[in-house]
């Protein structure tokens, strides 16, 4: 089946075009996609066009056979659709459990309840400890965003994308701004984490994104330059020399 | 320091207070009209608040909601054959909440400074109606006099300042107690979540409008609540009660106390509303005053008294646990 169809999507800022053409699709049987690409290639920007950040210039979006292209971000959340950020984007005067309850609440449906203490739902709670302890943060629980470390502020940023359940999650850069060691312990925790959703996965680390990807879809000034499986792409002597050949010299 | 010693201290603030309160109508006359004008400030303020403290939406239009409900209770007691108190809190709160919703839509289009700045406009345009069209029924800048206290039924007049005086405080407790429930909901966790980075919360997937739009009509709301018990205790109302002015004071007021703090609103309007008393009776420059005293209290303590009270017991736990 297929989950997300991206077709001839465009996007312009001004006269810039940052995205041109952009058609690919995702179907239930790959559950991990690495997008690569140099920088202002324009992939964040394709992660903001599917979740519905940035409206789009041209082409349209379906998620799980429904046309999504005008459809707002929070609706698409609600659908299945969830994201993180490159830069964590939390919620700073929250402690971490706070944060995660945030996340796990929006689509509970006490989201709108004004008159009960939000102490009062034990379940949010529940699946917010188990959330914690699978990512070895429950001790941190009570600590404020500010005192987290780098990497642990990486997690909660998954968290809170996890945290709704969603069937497709886009991931920004997960690894942004981690030791590689680190890296690819946090790689390896995706794959083992979330089994069953499909991630698209937005990658700088070479290694990282060859050992993770069952496909891979590279990016060029705007455009899909190739796509398909990781070996294809390794052995493709365009992405060596745009981009690959950069990195390896 | 355990559990339990955090405990006892709100509670014993709150009974406190409570007694405090309670006790004002054995004070002189003067005293407990200013403690009727305190209560049904920190209302008003408290309206300000969470829209404010708690969504982060700055709106200079909440004198708009204040007046409005003012003018109906005006209008209505004085001018028309409705003249049951229930009968007309009702309509004025219905007729705010209405504004509100128009109102809102058209505002939360725009976000932080413009949307200050459509409020504004709002408000300003209410005022200018209130003014000049309806001059045959608002009298202008004459406004509305001998508005007579509320009868309450079940043969209770609060004609007697002491027993007008409980009725703010009975509407007060309901109003505070309901915002105190309300920011510590799951809406209310959403809206600091909208304040502190929207952007995030749609992401997660929440109608982030929603939650705003929701929160402007009951500030409406809470603001209209204030602003018809105001036209009763003060008896007359005009133009002023709709400036853009008294906007602005709610914002001073709820800095001064203490932005999205819960007590905020009330420390505020002690301070306010005891100060101009004071300061007032010595010269006639209490605006001039009243700016210093913000510009003092945003450069020394951001936190407003609230804050400070905060870090004050703050300091003392801590001193008492090293003891």
Redesign the interface.
């Known amino acids: 089946m297929e989950e997300l169809k991206v077709e001839n999507l465009s996007k312009n800022f001004g006269g810039v075009t940052v995205l041109r053409n952009i058609s690919f699709s995702v179907t239930s049987e790959e559950r991990r996609i690495v997008i690569i690409g140099p920088n202002g290639a324009g992939k964040t920007t394709l992660f903001n066009l599917v979740s519905g950040e940035l409206p789009s210039s041209g082409g349209s979006i379906h998620l799980f056979g429904r046309d999504i292209t005008k459809m707002p971000c929070y609706r698409r959340t609600r659908l299945g659709l969830a994201r993180t950020f490159q830069v964590s984007d939390l919620f700073p005067h929250f402690t971490l459990m706070e944060n995660v309850l945030l996340a796990l609440q929006a689509h509970d449906s006490c989201s709108y309840q004004m008159l009960r203490s939000r102490r009062a739902y034990a379940h949010l709670y529940e699946k917010a400890k188990d959330l914690l302890k699978e990512l070895r943060l429950y001790e941190k629980r009570d600590d404020p965003i500010a005192s987290l470390s780098h990497g642990e502020t990486r997690l909660t940023e998954i968290i809170l994308g996890i945290a709704a359940g969603p069937r497709i999650l886009l991931l920004d850069e997960p690894t942004s701004g981690l030791t590689s060691s680190e890296g690819v312990w946090l790689a390896e925790l995706i794959r083992h984490l979330l089994k069953d959703i499909t991630i698209l996965m937005i990658e700088h680390d070479m290694n990282i994104a060859f050992d993770f990807a069952d496909r891979m879809i590279v990016l060029h000034q705007g455009e899909i330059v190739a796509d398909g499986r990781p070996e294809e792409i390794r052995a493709n002597p365009k992405i060596r020399e745009i981009y690959l050949g950069t990195v390896y010299g | 320091m355990g559990h339990k010693s955090l405990r006892w201290k709100p509670v014993l603030a709150i009974t406190v207070g409570a007694a405090v309160a309670l006790a004002v109508p054995i004070l002189p006359k003067y005293a407990v009209t200013l403690a009727t004008s305190i209560v049904i400030y920190s209302i008003y303020v408290s309206s300000a608040n969470l829209l404010t403290g708690y969504a982060g939406l700055v709106s200079l239009g909440q004198a708009m909601f204040w007046g409005a409900a003012a003018y109906v209770a005006a209008i209505l007691t004085t001018r028309s054959a409705v003249t049951n108190f229930y009968l007309i809190s009702f309509i004025g709160l219905f007729a705010v909440m209405v504004l509100s919703s128009f109102f809102g839509i058209l505002a939360l289009r725009v976000k932080r400074l413009y949307f200050m700045i459509v409020t504004f406009a709002f408000g300003h345009v209410l005022w200018c109606i209130a003014m000049y069209p309806m001059q045959h029924i608002t009298f202008g800048y004459d406004g509305i006099k001998d508005i007579p206290r509320p009868e309450l039924g079940f043969s209770l007049s609060t004609v007697s300042a002491a027993s007008f005086y409980y009725l703010v405080l009975a509407v007060a407790a309901v109003c505070f107690f309901?915002v105190h429930?309300?920011i510590?909901?799951?809406?209310?966790?959403?809206l600091?979540?909208i304040r502190?980075?929207e952007?995030?919360?749609?992401?997660?997937?929440?109608?982030?409008f929603?939650y705003k739009y929701?929160s402007y009509i009951l500030s409406a709301a809470l603001a209209g609540v204030s602003g018809l018990l105001f036209a009763y205790f003060n008896g007359y109302v005009n133009p002023a009660e709709l400036h853009w002015i008294w906007s602005g004071d709610a914002l001073m007021i709820m800095f001064i106390g203490g932005v999205g703090a819960f007590w905020g609103p009330l420390l505020g309007a002690i301070v306010y509303t005891g100060l101009r008393y004071w300061i007032s009776s010595y010269t006639m420059y209490w605006f001039g005053i009243e700016g210093i005293i913000f510009i003092l209290v945003v450069l020394f303590f951001r936190g407003g008294i609230a804050g400070f009270i905060i870090n004050l017991t703050g300091k003392w736990e801590r001193g008492r646990a090293q003891s």
Do not use: C, E, Q
């Open positions: 309901g429930r309300l510590k909901s799951p809406f209310g966790h959403a600091v979540g502190d980075n952007h995030r919360m749609v992401a997660l997937g929440y109608n982030t929603a929701i």
